[in-house]
């Protein structure tokens, strides 16, 4: 949940209670906002109290994990992604100790969150306004995407679906 607070933000609140049913059974959830979220402060869950717009920064450290640690989805990489190469050199240099140095997210924290997110197929995610009205909010929208697509969350149950749009009769 990057930049989200279900609960309030939902006008119907379908999204955040279904993040405290999912809870009750169980689902660890990451938190990534500025400020400590009602998600965020449960235990179980993994909160990363970044810096206001510094998100990518942020995204960018977690796909040089995911690329470091080798914790992505090789086939759907292979299938699916282009560019990834360049990818991974492009982010070489944001290290957990870079990331903290620019977003005050802990290392450690960091590394977990990126197993973590790795490591528990299928992972789904989703971001709210404050990503959105970042200063980079383009390629934080872009890193977020690319985190989703090399761990092979895209388009698959439980993961992030992408539907077909509709068209409008006027």
Not at 73 to 84: A, I, N, T
């Amino acid at each position: 949940v990057w930049g989200k607070e279900p609960l309030p933000s939902n006008g119907d609140g379908f999204f955040g209670h279904c993040l405290v049913d999912m809870m009750k059974l169980g689902t660890h959830i990451i938190s990534i906002d500025p400020r400590i979220t009602w998600v965020g402060a449960h235990d179980g869950n993994i909160n990363l109290q970044v810096r206001p717009q510094t998100d990518t920064a942020l995204a960018l450290g977690l796909i040089n994990l995911l690329f470091e640690n080798d914790e992505y989805d090789h086939e759907f990489v292979e299938k699916w992604c282009y560019g990834f190469e360049e990818l991974s050199e492009a982010v070489k240099p944001w290290t957990p100790e870079k990331v903290q140095e620019v977003s005050w997210v802990d290392p450690e924290q960091l590394v977990g969150a990126a197993r973590a997110f790795a490591t528990n197929a299928p992972s789904t995610a989703t971001w709210g306004v404050a990503l959105d009205q970042s200063k980079q909010s383009t390629q934080a929208a872009q890193c977020f995407m690319a985190i989703c697509a090399i761990c092979g969350y895209i388009d698959v149950p439980g993961g992030i679906t992408i539907t077909k749009p509709t068209s409008f009769i006027g």
